[in-house]
């Protein structure tokens, strides 16, 4: 009698812990409270929460770490954009980007212009490092270029300057969202002092040994090698020094973040 | 409150109209086990179906440093052509390969069918947004970690583990025995019953134990921790590594939860939930 009873109550319990499953969303509402502005707030909250810890354990300037040839990625995944289009970057593309120039601009003293031949000739720095994609892979690649802080240092920012602003050539559709499809935009990203004058974030135009290729971002691009990889902007035409990002186009800092990205991508 | 922190046993053994002693009532769970037991609970919830909606946007797990679509994965989840052109489900796991249309790789929602690797009814949110997704586990394992903290600090400082959880030599002589009794669905009954069992220490440490593990991993995946903490990233074997464990470990914890809640319905549901919300347990009366 007594088994009897455990195993219908054991069948309840299957089912029970069954009925749990379905719907999570459901449960908590937690789909309609996704798109509460209040909620949102909150979790806003927990990212600069996020930011903070992060930026008081990472205050010595850590590098990320590097890694040996042997293991770069055979084949080093392109991502969100693989070509700008458009005919002024196909002409470019076919001079060899001779004529591509970098803007440093902003809050600096000396606004800076420089070409790739010219980026080339300054003292560079190479390093194997691992691309984190925020949708969860990783490829390890071999970027040269040149520390993003020798070129501020020459353009003399003033110190009222909070961000480093990065505007690229490439317009990039958005992806599924809240049950739609987010606008297309011209990229842009932007990181703050303390990743601007890290000595492993790079104006890189090499990628394992080679100069960089139309997908992975040619003629330029950006290295930020302790965040995530949409904050390593490619096809770079100018760099902007601003004490806000607001105004700038969606005003959150970035392509990504317009969208609902975490600005701080070291997680 | 002071009620709370009487001795035990807090009342007679009842009596049921037929006169029959139904057991007497002890004070089971501390408040502070209480508390923290509902926001864990919460907390693993939602950053279960969140972490679904992560894992969709790029459902292949691999092991070591690096890994992309170019690279081999022990695990992934897609949806592929099918016999007539119609996608199918298909999720691999090493050699295996298994058609999960309907749910894993080809699911639908209101009628309307989709490739996703999780299906809507099991993600936080139910739609595809990498985005929200992660605000929403991130904001919880904040949760989830000063919660853990705060269930860890008190219970050792309380003797909590030592006293409750931390098995005894007697306790794991009677594993085999403890183990026949769960298969056989027997629950332990009088002064047997006021303490937890082997079974019970074990699994409640072995989930402090993957809970950990999970920050861990977790922590991880984050490039700005591994710069902080590299050897987090020998520890578990590089980063995707990392991401396989934090999956696997994830995936233990609901296999916990799944059989915590059977044991709850058998050992008696509204006995054992009520302990879990009052404190207040009822022993049953010695079986003869």
Known sequence: ?267 | MSAEVSQEPLAAPARTKRGHARGEVIYRHAFLVRLTHWLNALAIFILVGSGLNIFNAHPRLYWGSKGDQYDPAWLSIDSLAGPHGLPRGVTRIGWLRFDTTGVLGWSHSHGHWMARAWPTWITIPRFQDLADARHWHFMFAWILVINGLAYLAWSLLARHVQRDLWPTESDLEAIPRSALDHLRLKHPTGEEAKRYNVLQRLAYLGLILLVIGMVMTGLTLSPGIDAFAPWLLDVFGGRQSARSLHFIFASLIVFFIVVHLIEVVLAGPINEVRSMITGRYTVRPERR
């Not at chain 1, 035409?237 to 970035?254: C, M, S």
């Open chain 1, 1 to 267: 009698m007594t088994l009897i009873t455990r195993r219908s109550s054991l069948a309840a319990g299957l089912a029970g812990s069954g009925l749990l499953l379905p719907g999570c969303s459901r449960i908590f509402g937690a789909t309609a409270l996704t798109g509460n502005a209040a909620f949102q707030h909150v979790l806003g909250f927990a990212q600069r929460w996020t930011l903070h810890t992060q930026r008081f354990l990472l205050g010595g300037g850590q590098l990320a770490r590097q890694f040996r040839p042997s293991d770069i990625s055979a084949t080093f995944k392109a991502n969100g954009t693989l070509h700008p289009g458009g005919e002024a970057y196909a002409q470019a593309a076919g001079e060899a980007f001779a004529d591509w120039r970098l803007a440093i601009d902003g809050m600096v003293a000396r606004p800076l212009s420089l070409s790739v031949a010219e980026l080339r000739g300054l003292p560079a720095r190479t390093q194997i490092t691992r691309h984190d994609c925020v949708e969860g892979w990783s490829a390890i690649g071999q970027w040269t270029g040149v520390p993003l802080g020798l070129l501020l240092k020459a353009a003399v920012v003033l110190p009222a300057a909070r961000y480093a602003v990065f505007y690229c050539a490439d317009n990039l559709e958005g992806e599924p969202a809240k049950g739609g499809e987010q606008a297309p935009g011209q990229y842009y990203e932007s990181i703050d002092m303390d990743d601007a004058f890290h000595p492993q974030t790079l104006i890189a135009y090499a990628m394992n040994g080679r100069l960089l290729d139309v997908p992975h971002g040619a003629p330029l691009r950006l290295r930020v090698e302790r965040q995530l990889g949409y904050k390593s902007a490619k096809y770079l035409q100018r760099i902007r020094l601003t004490d806000t990002l607001a105004g700038i186009n969606g005003g959150r800092g970035g392509y990504w973040e317009d969208r609902g990205y975490e600005w701080y991508a070291g997680i």
